[in-house]
């Protein structure tokens, strides 16, 4: 499948990442959003993914039913861009990820997708485009969930 932008969203109770050996980006509870582009994504797409993701009902509420979004909790968003969730496995043993948007085509929308969590509200921390990173995580629940612009 191509074309379509990938999100793997996790609550979390915390989480960081780490570019290159530098400072932590972290934030408390909320959600880790790991972004795939695919080429034939655009802003409408990221700004709809991005809505999609603030307003998903993952959060507990009182009685311990999924009720509550991240806008609702007030928590704050880590995105980290992961062109490896394009990894096609079908063939051989090692990845394919021809089905990911090109580094120039992909980067602006993962900034577009940013900007459009940030404009809902939503406290964001991001990891950097393209650079090598490591991401440490307390996934709650655990609560993990995909979502694209094919389902969203």
């Not at 090692?94 to 948007?101: K, N, S």
């Amino acid at each position: 499948m191509t074309g379509t932008m990938r999100v793997l969203i996790q609550r979390v109770s915390d989480a960081a990442v780490r570019v290159e050996g530098g400072a932590p980006r972290s934030i408390g509870p909320g959600l880790v959003l790991l972004i795939g582009v695919g080429p034939d994504d655009n802003e409408a797409v990221a700004d709809r993914i991005a809505e999609k993701a603030a307003n998903l009902r993952i959060f507990s509420n009182d009685a311990g039913k999924f009720d509550k979004s991240l806008l609702d909790t007030g928590g704050g968003a880590l995105v980290v861009s992961q062109f490896t969730l394009y990894g096609d496995c079908r063939k051989g043993r090692r990845p394919d990820f021809t089905g990911a948007a090109s580094p120039e085509r992909a980067e602006p929308l993962y900034r577009r997708f940013i900007e459009a969590l940030r404009g809902l509200g939503v406290s964001v921390q991001t990891g950097e485009f393209g650079a090598s990173m490591e991401v440490e995580l307390r996934n709650n629940g655990p609560v993990s969930v995909w979502i694209d612009s094919e389902t969203a």
